[in-house]
């Protein structure tokens, strides 16, 4: 049904910017806010960002905002994180989700995800 598809990363230098982008199919995209996580080996997946659809009012994680922004392209179905200043601690693989209901800081209140993008930072 619902299908998300992550790009946008690779490997930078620490103090470089990426934008990740979440491309979505199906029609039911639109009733549904969006978020962006992360993981490492071994952690639990890390609430990063979320956006609603239709207003997009943004929600952030104390560790990435004012770093980190979120945005979306409704006419494209796409959603965006724009990351800035890396870090090499921001190593991982990044995942968009969409928001079922709950909370939007849990991953609990996520229904379907993406296979995830690796972004790797060096020092």
């Known amino acids: 049904q619902v299908r998300l598809r992550e790009s946008g990363g690779g490997l930078v230098q620490a103090g470089d910017s990426l934008r990740l982008s979440c491309a979505a199919s199906?029609?039911?995209?639109?009733?549904?806010?969006l978020g962006w996580f992360r993981q490492t080996p071994g952690k639990e997946r890390e609430f990063l960002a979320a956006i609603t659809w239709s207003r997009g009012s943004t929600y952030y994680a104390r560790s990435v905002e004012g770093r980190f922004t979120v945005s979306r392209d409704n006419a494209k179905n796409t959603m965006y994180l724009q990351m800035n200043s890396l870090k090499p601690e921001d190593t991982a693989v990044y995942y968009c989700?969409?928001?079922?209901?709950?909370?939007?800081?849990?991953?609990?209140?996520?229904?379907?995800w993406g296979q995830g993008t690796q972004v790797t930072v060096s020092s």
């Open positions: 989700a969409t928001f079922e209901s709950g909370n939007y800081f849990s991953v609990r209140s996520y229904d379907y």
């Open positions: 199906g029609r039911t995209f639109s009733r549904f806010a």
